[in-house]
């Protein structure tokens, strides 16, 4: 049932039209894993700097994440800067230091090289190909990507997405990726590059979960108070991967399930900066909405 | 269970990025009753010029609408271009000719004035009320409306409000007539003007229902080959009323069940110009999209 992320930790400085926050703790990996630790003990692979707090690592293993694949090097972790425009849609790169991460070669630890479920968060796709070469026999494997990618590394792309189970792309990227402006389209044109499935996240207007065997469409979950969506691409992948973890398999009604958890999670997390909001909540408070979703959605 | 609609009957000239059409039927009430025709037969009030097509009324009738209710003016019939960027979100109305609608006052014949379903198509919110004001007792009244009464007849629409049942609005309308960026937000404003329940659509990303003891969200019917969208609102509501007439309550659940209903048929709208895609559909045919459907959204 092991669930292994390969991604980032980082440090960030977000602004949106209503507040501000420098040196957030964030990063795809911080939190995904901070996601899937409300259903299993996910294990973290990434790379951060001397100047990483040690109470970060503490909070993360309080959660039930576990570190041993931190690398802690030299130099600056990963600092990443962002603004979003005042409808939530549009984010601006503010600035990106990549420190530690110019240099990052993941090694996936020993102990967790059996991991049966793995998720690739945004990175170099040849990056998240080494990582994952490095995982002996994983049954179900996920990557997410970035438009960065599309653009300057789509032929690494384009051979990651023969490796791999699952893509997540939000509609821009995959827009960007195949060239059709219809969503549906679009993911048709995704799953023919190789990878089984496709989920295709649409922000406020929830995701859909396509691939041979299932078409799968669930809205977001209705939150009325975003503070700042940072994490909540990787929180709703760390909710599904995490319950595909903990129920042991990947079938398209398990997935079905798992796109439920995710929109959860993701919902908790856009609620105030950074891992906190995501990562102070009980099982009874993920229950109690996980609940009202399924309310909003069943006929 | 009797069904009225009041509105508009026209003919389109409609443009799109890959192809276009002179005079097609149209009008907010025809796609409604083309719509609702599949589930029960509706009673259309309107107003036509003497250049009607008598195959146009014919078509109607065949498909089960009772067109009693259309009222023969001289002059020529109401007509509306319009054209639609390519990612068919941004419409531009090209030209509007009034001509009989322009002196209309809606007569609900007397044979429909006990209807217990009412449909209010797009018109002057004060026209709308006036047609309501000559329904006996009516059970459950939904009103449309559009970003020009919104502007121009604010407080007539804030009038009509209360004494109706449900409106529906689509996004862009929402947050003009509340002045919220957020949808959920949005909604639960208007639901504070008067309307039990409020509808939003939300184009290819579907629509929501809110009301005191209810909140359903549901995704489009992935569509992939939209060639004109027109009229696909209002078969939206065709649909959604059709079922609830047929039903015969306007129960939360059967509301929910109606959202299905009018999903289904607005999808078949947009597949063609005209009321032809709709009109010509078998209740197998019907059938299979809701099965369909409900697969989609079925966790």
């Not at 630890?109 to 990582?131: C, G, W």
């Not at 494997?141 to 051979?159: E, G, P, Q, R, S």
């Not at 189970?165 to 023919?192: F, H, Q, S, Y």
């Not at 089984?196 to 996240?201: A, G, Q, R, S, T």
Request: hydrophobic share 45%.
């Amino acid at each position: 049932m092991s669930l292994l992320v390969i991604g980032t930790l980082a440090y960030d400085d977000i602004e949106t039209a209503y507040d501000s926050r420098k040196g957030v703790l964030g990063g795809s990996a911080t939190y995904f894993a901070i996601a899937a630790s409300h259903y299993t003990d996910p294990h973290l692979v990434g790379v951060v700097g001397t100047d990483f707090a040690k109470e970060d690592i503490a909070a993360m293993q309080k959660s039930g994440v576990n570190t041993t694949g931190v690398e802690i090097v030299e130099g600056k972790t990963f600092r990443w800067g962002g603004r979003y425009e005042k409808d939530w849609n549009t984010r601006h790169t503010t600035f990106t230091e990549l420190n530690v991460l110019e240099t990052f070669e993941p090694k996936v630890p020993e102990a967790s090289r059996d991991s049966k479920f793995v998720f690739l968060a945004n990175a170099a796709p040849a990056v998240q190909l080494h990582a994952l070469e490095q995982v002996t026999k994983p049954e179900f494997v996920m990557a997410d990507t970035m438009n960065l990618w599309i653009d300057i590394a789509k032929d690494d792309l384009l051979n990651l997405l023969k490796h791999i189970d699952a893509i997540v792309l939000n509609d821009e990227e995959a827009r960007m990726l195949t060239g059709e402006a219809n969503l549906i389209t679009a993911a048709n044109r995704v799953l023919e590059m190789g990878p089984k499935y496709v989920i295709l996240k649409k922000g406020e207007h929830g995701a859909f979960l396509i691939g041979p065997d299932v078409h799968f469409s669930l809205p977001a979950y209705p939150v009325t108070n975003v503070v700042d969506p940072t994490g909540a691409g990787d929180s709703f992948a760390g909710g599904f991967m995490g319950h595909i973890a903990a129920t042991g398999n990947a079938s398209s009604q398990t997935m079905r399930q798992a796109m439920v958890h995710g929109t959860v999670t993701a919902s908790f997390c856009v609620e105030d900066f950074g891992i906190q909001p995501l990562a102070n909540r009980t099982a009874d408070e993920l229950a109690a909405r996980h609940k009202e979703l399924m309310s909003i959605v069943t006929v």
